[in-house]
C-alpha cells in the first residue's frame, strides 16, 4: 500500500507564511502528478495546486502569485509553500497523488493537516 503524510500545518497571523510537506511511502513504482486540495469549514474541496513528474505546475486563479507547489522526486515529496496568508486561507489542506505502484494505479490522499489564518 501507499500512504500519504502531511505535515507542517498550524497557527498563522494573516500575511504569515507556511510550508507544508506531504511525503509518500510504500509500495512505489513511480509518481505521477501530485496536487494539493484545500477544504474550509462548509464548504466543498478545492483543488489548490497540481504538479507533474517533470515539474509542470498549475494553480488555482485565485491563489497564483501566493501559494508555490514544488517536488522532490528523490524524496517522493510534495511542498505548498504560502505567503501572505489570508484568513480565508483557513482549511484542511489534503495532500493527492497519482502513484504507480508494481501492481497497479493508485490514486491516493493524505489524512489533511490544519492550516489556521487568524490574529
Known amino acids: 500500500q501507499v500512504q500519504l503524510v502531511e505535515s507542517g500545518g498550524g497557527l498563522v497571523q494573516p500575511g504569515g507564511s507556511l510550508r507544508l510537506s506531504c511525503a509518500a511511502s510504500g509500495s512505489i513504482r513511480s509518481i505521477n502528478a501530485m496536487a494539493w486540495y484545500r477544504q474550509a469549514p462548509g464548504k466543498e474541496r478545492e483543488l489548490v495546486a497540481t504538479?507533474?513528474?517533470?515539474?509542470?505546475?498549475t494553480y488555482a486563479d485565485s491563489l497564483k502569485g501566493r501559494f508555490t507547489i514544488s517536488r522532490d522526486n528523490a524524496k517522493n515529496t510534495v511542498y505548498l509553500q504560502m505567503n501572505n496568508l489570508k484568513p480565508e486561507d483557513t482549511a484542511v489542506y489534503f495532500c493527492n497523488a497519482a502513484v504507480t505502484t508494481w501492481y497497479t494505479y493508485l490514486e491516493v490522499w493524505g489524512q489533511g493537516t490544519l492550516v489556521t489564518v487568524s490574529s
Open positions: 504538479i507533474t513528474s517533470g515539474g509542470s505546475t
